[in-house]
């Protein structure tokens, strides 16, 4: 679609003399009531809230937050903005229950742990992402996260029972508007967004929007770079007041050092810098591409019905070169490697169709949803290994790592997956509301590895239901419970080529979730506060056989169970705020060689985030804005094998301070670990921990025109 341009990097310096924030656009309602959130808070003043208090992500349908017998926690684009995140990963740090996963060697959102649980499945706008090896959603095109904690299989289908992730991208509004923003920073960080609106006809039912993002950074680690091109064009139309129409597509290009971090030493961190590299500089960067086109069609039957008709098509590849970590000589300090070469290609073609009605019998009210889905994928995994050249950890020499390296697996993947499913929100009374709801998921699927000459057809049938109770004790308090299945067949990119002995596919693993809790909406509204009682199993996880330690069996459960709370919005118009707390506890409670009570790898039993801001709206210190947040961590198994290495603990604290230039200009700071704590964010085992940035900055300035 795009290709990178000689003098790239100067690009966004350029812009970032221009500049302007997304996050400056208002809450213009968009024509889809469900791609988007319905009914956000108004903004204030000058600022927006940070409470959303309905969204279509929970349900698929238009529901206020407390009525959903669910933690649904969605993170605004202010939220965004004010942190100056570039992609949604930083939305999640102020999420209670969510902890950092596996991030593929810096190249994606590979995997998120949500309530103590690894989850591999999301979506965006409601179609299925992250199915094989997705970017990274840009920030430049992101109207809000949602996060929704517990299963979410009766509405998404295939999927983990710790919780889901949905990004809504932005949409048209009825203005011409232009925001341009120029970010620069630490370590070489430029950055520049285009976010243009364009009302293209006179009666405004034909809108346009374009957004923009041109990246490149280097890294506090040695020999680590990356560059990313984004755009992404949406058209909306109302034909008329029944029918609605919008088409979008992407385009993202990311370009990154694969790096999976330092090692520890015989258990132990900080023997080496937390910025020494240990892959090869002449490897350089793997590709990253993504291109999807997507459509959504409304049309209103009558004032109680609704038909609605979505489109998804995308494509993505994957390629380049990358020395990693094997073995190391605690004695010596010597570390052997391997090299190797991804070359991944992948597509799928996604279909919805659902109908939406309200009814009535008598007083009870009954909103249904009737659902259809089908998903067509493919995928292509050539994947070449071999050793490479050792690096003294102490004294690293470069330059080794020459090797071409051989096939190891040649992997192809072909799948159809058929869904129906069926809800009912009934509002029994003012006081009482019942939600249920089930998804039937028909799998086929052929993988087989090329390279060994080895295959496993499978065809799974999956059946998720949902039933949850809310009591409101007040409009604004509600007490709720409920339960909630889910399953995700085991072969797929995450977990390779997994068969039994005998060759025959593994039984999908099944989930149960059962949570209970209190909702309110606090400080006239303005505030919404969650806090739940959480109790996941996940069974039919792969163990090891204790017999032939080669091959893997069935006979694996784990549990994760605890409690987080949840709050986000404007305590005073001024006064905006989005964290909480979680205590998690997550272990193995079934497993052939790992010990029953094994901690879960990256799950730390207590986090606790929080990010406010205080904007001054009126005297001497309008315009002004200050504000930051801080994460605190306990203890984290460091990998899946109970070797006993915990990362630390560790909490950092970062700063915010924008002043308002002019009604549509706007400069922004924002230091980040104020205190220059070392920590660790994450681990996939001794020879791969992921080291958290040290002390920096980057500076924003926007213009809106």
């Known amino acids: 679609m795009f290709t990178a341009k000689p003098g790239l990097k100067a690009l966004p310096a350029l812009l970032s003399l221009l500049a302007g924030s997304a996050g400056a656009q208002d809450g213009s309602p968009t024509l889809l009531p469900t791609l988007s959130v319905q009914g956000a808070a108004p903004r204030e003043a000058s600022g927006e809230s940070y409470q959303v208090t309905r969204s279509s992500s929970a349900t698929k349908t ?87 904690l517990g299963p979410a299989a009766s509405m998404y289908g295939r999927g983990d029972p710790g919780g889901f992730v949905n990004v809504v991208t932005k949409k048209p509004f009825d203005e011409n508007r232009t925001t341009l923003q120029g970010m620069t920073g630490s370590y070489d960080l430029y950055r520049g967004t285009l976010d243009s609106n364009v009302v293209l006809n006179e009666d405004k039912s034909l809108l346009a929007r374009f957004n923009l993002a041109l990246e490149s950074r280097d890294s506090f680690r040695d020999h680590v770079d990356s560059e990313r091109r984004f755009f992404a064009p949406v058209v909306s139309w109302q034909a008329n007041d029944r029918t609605r129409l919008v088409l979008e597509a992407e385009a993202l290009e990311d370009e990154r050092v694969f790096d999976r971090g330092v090692v520890t030493v015989n258990g132990q961190f900080g023997a080496v810098p937390i910025t020494r590299f240990f892959g090869e500089p002449n490897d350089g960067r793997i590709k990253n591409d993504n291109y999807s086109m997507s459509g959504r069609l409304e049309h209103d039957i009558g004032d109680d019905w609704t038909l609605r008709a979505g489109l ?142 080895r295959s496993a057809p499978q065809s799974r049938r999956g059946f998720s239901p949902r039933a949850g109770l809310t009591y409101k004790l007040t409009p604004e308090v509600a007490l709720y419970g409920s339960a909630a299945r889910s399953f995700r067949p085991v072969m797929d990119s995450h977990t390779g080529f997994s068969t039994t002995a005998d060759g025959k596919p593994f039984k999908p693993e ?100 929080l990010w406010t801001v205080y904007e001054f709206q009126s005297g001497m210190l309008k315009r002004l804005g200050f504000g930051g947040g801080i994460n605190a961590v306990s203890d984290r198994a460091v990998s899946a094998t109970n070797d006993g290495i915990l990362m630390p603990s560790y909490y950092k604290v970062d700063l915010l301070g924008f002043y308002k230039l002019t009604d549509s200009a706007k400069l922004s700071l924002n230091i980040y670990n104020l205190f220059d704590k070392e920590y660790y964010e994450r681990g996939f085992g001794a020879l791969r921990v992921v080291p958290g940035q040290p002390l920096s900055a980057t500076a924003t300035l926007s213009v809106t025109f």
């Open 312 to 453: 998804l098509s995308k494509t993505g590849s994957m390629y380049g070169f990358a020395t990693e970590a094997n073995t190391l000589n605690a004695a010596t300090g010597v570390l052997t490697r391997r090299r190797a070469l991804r070359d991944f290609n992948w597509n799928s073609h996604t279909a919805q169709l659902e109908a939406l009605g309200h009814l009535e019998s008598g007083s009870v009210k009954h909103t249904l949803l009737a659902g259809f889905e089908y998903e067509r994928a493919h995928a292509s995994e050539h994947f070449y290994r071999s050793t490479a050249g050792s690096i003294n950890i102490y004294n690293p020499v470069y330059g080794q790592s020459n090797v071409t390296p051989s096939i190891f697996s040649d992997l192809r993947d072909v799948s159809d997956t058929y869904a129906v499913y069926l809800q009912d929100q009934i509002e029994l009374s003012e006081s009482w509301q019942l939600l249920l709801g089930a998804r039937a998921d028909w799998l086929e699927q052929e993988f087989e590895d090329r390279a060994t000459n």
């Open 62 to 148: 238009d529901t206020p937050l407390i009525d959903v017998p669910q933690t649904a926690i969605p993170v605004s684009k202010q939220v965004l903005e004010d942190t100056g995140a570039t992609t949604v990963e930083t939305a999640l740090d102020y999420v209670a229950g969510v902890a950092k996963g596996n991030n593929f060697g810096g190249l994606n959102l590979y995997e998120m742990n949500l309530r103590g649980l690894k989850t591999v499945n999301s979506a965006k706008n409601g179609f299925p992402a992250n199915r094989r090896y997705d970017g990274t959603a840009d920030a430049a095109n992101t109207e809000q996260v949602d996060v929704l």
């Open 510 to 609: 099944i989930g149960l979730g059962y949570e209970t809790g209190v909702k309110a909406e606090l400080f006239d509204k303005r505030v919404n506060v969650t806090a739940a009682l959480f109790h996941i199993t996940k069974q039919n996880v792969l163990a090891t056989n204790p017999a032939d330690n080669t091959q893997q069996i069935q006979a694996g459960e784990v549990r994760s169970q605890g409690f987080d709370l949840n709050i986000s919005g404007a305590i005073t118009p001024e006064w905006r705020v989005i964290g909480g707390y979680a205590y998690t506890d997550a272990e193995v409670t079934e497993d052939t060689t790992l010990p029953i009570g094994a901690r879960l790898q990256n799950i730390p039993m207590h986090s606790f985030g």
